[in-house]
């Protein structure tokens, strides 16, 4: 009895915990420009993450620079993500469509493989769900749509939160496997 109710416990414990954390790699004495940077992509990434814990259960530690030579903006599935010097893409928006490839879209050969089959048993029925019966997931150059907010024009609080739950779905479907 006491070892089933502490392997419930545990098992909550692991749920509770599950987060995105991040950390901002700065300068010690950071130029005028870095420090704008800085103060733009913490606000950014604290709603990003604040969104994701919301909507989902997804882990990962995201390692985040800033990187004047990246053009707009870019992740890796190691977790690492870098904001260029534009500040139009220091946004809650960028934010959360790079943590998505922290998380695996666009970055694994699982995602590829759900991509070409199109067999998302989770994430395509929370889609219809929302868009109806005939909506599919289309996926290209490492992205998904629709929720992949791939552009600003994409933004509103409505596809921010369905952009959370439809990548949640597909980890569920196995978007971080091999």
Not at 124 to 131: A, E, H, N, T, V
Not at 134 to 148: R, V
Request: with cysteine.
């Amino acid at each position: 009895m006491r070892l089933s109710i502490l392997a419930t416990a545990l098992t909550y414990a692991s749920v509770a915990s599950a987060a995105i954390t991040w950390s901002l790699q700065k300068a010690s004495n950071p130029t005028a420009d870095q420090a704008d940077a800085y103060t733009k992509i913490e606000a950014a990434m604290k709603l990003a993450v604040a969104r994701y814990a919301k909507w989902s259960n997804a882990s990962k530690t995201v390692r985040v620079y800033y990187s004047p030579g990246v053009p707009t903006a870019e992740a890796n599935f190691n977790g690492d993500l870098r904001f260029g010097s534009d500040r139009s893409y220091m946004t809650q928006r960028t934010a959360m469509h790079e943590i998505a490839h922290t998380l695996g879209v666009g970055q694994t050969a699982a995602f590829d493989r759900l991509c070409a089959s199109g067999n998302w048993p989770k994430a395509l029925p929370l889609l219809r769900s929302w868009d109806g019966a005939s909506a599919k997931i289309n996926c290209g150059g490492g992205h998904f749509w629709p929720y992949g907010l791939n552009y600003e024009s994409e933004w509103s609080e409505t596809n921010g939160d369905r952009h959370v739950q439809l990548v949640d779905a597909m980890i569920a479907d196995g978007l971080q496997g091999n």
